[in-house]
């Protein structure tokens, strides 16, 4: 009898030890987040953990040399020979202090993507003098301050190197990269007076992308209509605000992993938006990106088809916009670690390269990976390596060391490849990271 009862006591007690451990297995751990699908958990976030991987370690490189790596590129890109490496460009000063651009110089102009990116990078570099320099030519030669002006509250987002407006609307991947570097640069290094408040001018911003009023006005291309930067109803960025257009978008331009960021320390009234549009970016990737190849168009409509604008229809094409949108869903799941489709693109993304050649690929691909020439580009491997951020197959450290293996541009094309390869050095370094203000919390 007393046996019997220690035998059903036993398997009571394995029979709860199963429950729980079912029960366990079924919800997070601390530090842990459930995987969409296959119930598979992974490590949180860097936004939540604050370690952000330094893959070139990974892939064998010690960690001295990595970082002698990049402020050697940083050298080259802002301060090197100004007739064949630098791309950042002193200008003297005003009443607020020195002014630089960032020159396209292919194209020879200005445009509010590098602006943004030049200060991105100068706050993950720590380097205020070169952030403040570029901000303040940027509010001084490309912002619109006038109310009655279409693109007013935003930036032209392609001038001359004397400031003046080549196309006056803005592109808005600039306005966002605007918002979030300031946002970090309140955060590193404290708030200022005037035009170095950053904060102030991040949320002034911000408020603008969401809840600007039509206005329609004179512009160098005409009279125009113009809304604001984000469509209310699908949650997603506008591939511009000029109304004739605005009922698209492009891959390169959903930021989800800035969304997130905006939904805890932006204006509180609009915080719920940002999490919906971060989520609607992510759903839009799995959308947009081909279901073998992983390559996402230039351009594309709001339900995730391609979209051959009339004046360009190759942008329905895999092309220079596009090769950007593995770095923002890749930044996405590395910071936030939210929805487990990225891994399977990033996986995707790099099967394909691979199989097109890793050393010899092109750069322009119609969707389903038709080659459409263009070589192979610094810019493109450079993001390319950043989709190794959400890869978790061995081949995405192949793609980290086709980066290293690559000199900081120089010539002609050194501001689309430089840039985008020094923005891939900051993230695959871990070096590209939060700076979260105080009082903040992810």
Same mark, same amino acid.
């Not at 030669?141 to 693109?151: E, K, L």
């Not at 911003?205 to 125009?224: F, S, W």
């Not at 109304?243 to 989800?256: F, K, R």
């Not at 770095?327 to 939210?338: G, H, K, L, T």
């Given at each position: =009898?007393?046996q019997t009862?220690?035998r059903?006591?036993?398997a009571?007690?394995?029979l709860?030890?199963?429950f729980l451990?079912s029960?366990c297995?079924?919800?997070p751990?601390?530090?842990?987040?459930? $995987?969409?699908g296959?119930?598979a958990?992974?490590?949180?976030?860097?936004?939540?953990?604050?370690?952000?991987?330094?893959?070139?370690?990974?892939?064998?490189?010690?960690?001295?040399?990595?970082?002698?790596?990049? *402020?050697?590129?940083?050298?080259q890109?802002?301060h090197?020979?100004?007739d064949?490496?630098?791309v950042?460009?002193?200008?003297?000063?005003?009443?607020?202090g020195p002014?630089a651009?960032?020159?396209?110089v292919? @194209?020879?102009?200005?445009?509010?993507?590098?602006m @943004?990116?030049?200060?991105m990078?100068?706050?993950?570099?720590?380097?205020?003098r070169?952030f403040?320099?570029?901000?303040?030519w940027?509010?001084?030669?490309?912002?619109?301050?006038?109310?009655?002006?279409?693109?007013?509250?935003?930036?032209?987002w392609s001038?001359r190197t004397?400031?003046t $407006?080549i196309d006056? =609307?803005?592109?808005?991947?600039?306005?966002e990269?605007?918002?979030?570097?300031?946002?970090f640069?309140?955060?590193r290094?404290?708030?200022?007076?005037?035009?170095?408040?950053?904060r102030?001018?991040?949320?002034?911003l911000?408020h603008?992308?969401?809840?600007r009023e039509?206005?329609?006005?004179?512009?160098?291309r005409?009279?125009?209509?113009?809304?604001?930067?984000?469509?209310?109803?699908?949650?997603m960025?506008?591939?511009?605000?000029?109304? *004739?257009?605005?009922?698209?978008t492009?891959a390169?331009?959903?930021?989800?992993?800035?969304? *997130?960021?905006?939904?805890?320390?932006g %204006?509180?009234?609009?915080?719920?938006?940002?999490?919906?549009? $971060?989520?609607?970016s992510?759903?839009y990737?799995?959308?947009?990106?081909?279901?073998?190849?992983?390559l996402?168009p230039?351009?594309?409509?709001?339900?995730?088809?391609?979209?051959?604008a009339?004046?360009?229809?190759?942008?329905?094409?895999?092309?220079?916009?596009?090769w950007?949108?593995?770095?923002?869903?890749?930044?996405?799941?590395s910071w936030?670690?939210?929805?487990p489709?990225q891994?399977?693109l990033?996986n995707?993304?790099q099967a394909?390269f691979?199989d097109?050649?890793l050393?010899?690929?092109? @750069?322009l691909?119609?969707?389903?990976g038709?080659?459409?020439?263009?070589?192979?580009?610094?810019a493109?491997?450079?993001?390319?390596a950043t989709?190794?951020?959400?890869?978790?197959?061995?081949r995405?450290?192949?793609?980290?060391?086709?980066?290293w293996d690559l000199?900081?541009?120089?010539?002609?094309?050194?501001?689309?490849?430089g =840039?985008?390869?020094?923005?891939?050095?900051l993230h695959?370094s871990?070096?590209?990271?939060?700076?979260?203000p %105080?009082?903040?919390a992810?």
């Amino acid at each position: =009898m007393l046996q019997t009862s220690h035998r059903v006591l036993r398997a009571c007690v394995l029979l709860l030890s199963a429950f729980l451990l079912s029960s366990c297995a079924g919800h997070p751990q601390p530090g842990e987040s459930q $995987a969409a699908g296959d119930g598979a958990t992974t490590r949180a976030g860097a936004a939540h953990t604050g370690e952000y991987p330094n893959l070139f370690v990974e892939a064998g490189y010690p960690r001295d040399v990595v970082d002698a790596r990049i *402020e050697a590129a940083f050298a080259q890109l802002f301060h090197g020979d100004p007739d064949s490496e630098a791309v950042y460009y002193e200008a003297g000063g005003n009443e607020h202090g020195p002014l630089a651009y960032i020159h396209d110089v292919n @194209s020879d102009d200005v445009r509010s993507e590098g602006m @943004s990116y030049g200060m991105m990078i100068a706050v993950q570099m720590d380097r205020k003098r070169e952030f403040d320099a570029i901000w303040n030519w940027a509010l001084t030669h490309m912002y619109h301050d006038d109310p009655g002006h279409p693109a007013y509250g935003y930036f032209a987002w392609s001038v001359r190197t004397d400031g003046t $407006a080549i196309d006056e =609307m803005p592109a808005p991947d600039g306005e966002e990269y605007f918002i979030t570097a300031l946002y970090f640069a309140s955060a590193r290094w404290g708030d200022g007076e005037g035009r170095y408040d950053y904060r102030a001018h991040a949320d002034r911003l911000l408020h603008h992308v969401l809840h600007r009023e039509p206005v329609t006005g004179p512009t160098n291309r005409g009279t125009m209509t113009a809304v604001n930067l984000f469509d209310r109803d699908t949650r997603m960025v506008r591939f511009t605000p000029d109304v *004739e257009n605005a009922g698209h978008t492009d891959a390169s331009y959903h930021l989800p992993a800035f969304y *997130e960021l905006w939904a805890r320390v932006g %204006p509180e009234a609009d915080r719920a938006f940002w999490r919906e549009a $971060a989520a609607a970016s992510r759903d839009y990737f799995a959308r947009a990106a081909h279901p073998r190849t992983g390559l996402t168009p230039d351009y594309g409509n709001f339900d995730g088809t391609p979209w051959a604008a009339p004046w360009r229809p190759e942008a329905a094409d895999f092309r220079y916009d596009a090769w950007r949108t593995a770095m923002n869903w890749s930044m996405d799941w590395s910071w936030w670690r939210a929805d487990p489709r990225q891994v399977e693109l990033s996986n995707r993304l790099q099967a394909f390269f691979l199989d097109q050649g890793l050393d010899d690929h092109q @750069s322009l691909y119609s969707l389903d990976g038709q080659p459409l020439g263009g070589g192979r580009t610094t810019a493109l491997v450079a993001m390319n390596a950043t989709a190794s951020l959400a890869a978790d197959h061995p081949r995405r450290l192949d793609f980290v060391r086709a980066l290293w293996d690559l000199p900081v541009p120089t010539g002609q094309y050194r501001y689309y490849d430089g =840039m985008l390869q020094m923005m891939a050095l900051l993230h695959l370094s871990g070096r590209y990271r939060i700076w979260w203000p %105080p009082g903040t919390a992810p």
